[in-house]
Antibody
Framework: EVLIVESGGGVVQPGTSLRLSCVASGFDFSSYAMTWVREIRGKGLEWVAGLNNNGLSINYGESVKGRFAISRDNSKNTVFLHMTSLRADDTGIYYC???????????WGQGARVDVSS | ETVMTQSPLSSPVTLGQPASISCRSDRTLVDTDGNTFLSWFHQRPGQPPRLLLYKVSQLFSGVPDRFSGTGAGTEFTLKINKVEPEDVGIFYCMQATHFPFTFGQGTKLELK
């Protein structure tokens, strides 16, 4: 069974940093691209970032480019999202998902809540 | 970035009746190999999104066949042939042809 678990969320002040982790199991992690999607209350879903199976091809959403960094450690079946210069509009639930192919986000975690407030 | 526009944003439906959601992109979603990476997701309150269809019309494993997807180029449609109680929630289209991937605003399906 595919299992994806996010961690690292919390309440932080504007301008600070936070790192989310996503641990996956139940499949050959090193063969799959992975992605982060966030849910912003009142705005819906927004694609944040994605990387391919070896972590060498990386892309970001426009609103996080230059502030967020995605990476992975295939030896630990883990994907990271390092978020810096956090703003109030980054507040939301951050989901990690397996990307079977372009747009086939076929397995999701339950999400990590991030609250950026002073 | 590619802008995805869904309509309607809210859809009151009757159980057992059909429902349809439109999704438009501001540029073609056909890539240079002729593939169209348009997916549909469903999200219930308090739950992560769930993949329904990919590549316009391909039903994901385990998804009931009352869901279907059609369309090409810039215009796409999700149809539910008979709405069930568990279909309540928000439906999103998402394009994965062009980086960055982008979602539509979401369509809230609610019972009349």
């Amino acid at each position: 069974e595919v299992l994806i678990v996010e961690s690292g969320g919390g309440v932080v002040q504007p301008g600070t940093s936070l790192r989310l982790s996503c641990v996956a199991s139940g499949f050959d992690f090193s063969s799959y691209a992975m992605t982060w999607v966030r849910e912003i209350r009142g705005k819906g879903l927004e694609w944040v970032a994605g990387l391919n199976n070896n972590g060498l091809s990386i892309n970001y959403g426009e609103s996080v480019k230059g502030r967020f960094a995605i990476s992975r450690d295939n030896s630990k079946n883990t994907v990271f999202l390092h978020m810096t210069s956090l703003r109030a509009d980054d507040t939301g639930i951050y989901y990690c998902a397996r990307n079977g192919s372009a747009g086939i986000f076929d397995s999701w975690g339950q999400g990590a809540r991030v609250d950026v407030s002073s | 970035e590619t802008v995805m526009t869904q309509s309607p944003l809210s859809s009151p439906v009757t159980l057992g009746q059909p429902a349809s959601i439109s999704c438009r992109s501001d540029r073609t979603l056909v890539d240079t190999d002729g593939n169209t990476f348009l997916s549909w997701f469903h999200q219930r309150p308090g739950q992560p999104p769930r993949l329904l269809l990919y590549k316009v019309s391909q039903l994901f494993s385990g998804v009931p066949d009352r869901f279907s997807g059609t369309g090409a180029g810039t215009e796409f449609t999700l149809k539910i042939n008979k709405v069930e109680p568990e279909d309540v929630g928000i439906f999103y289209c998402m394009q994965a042809t062009h980086f960055p991937f982008t979602f539509g605003q979401g369509t809230k399906l609610e019972l009349k």
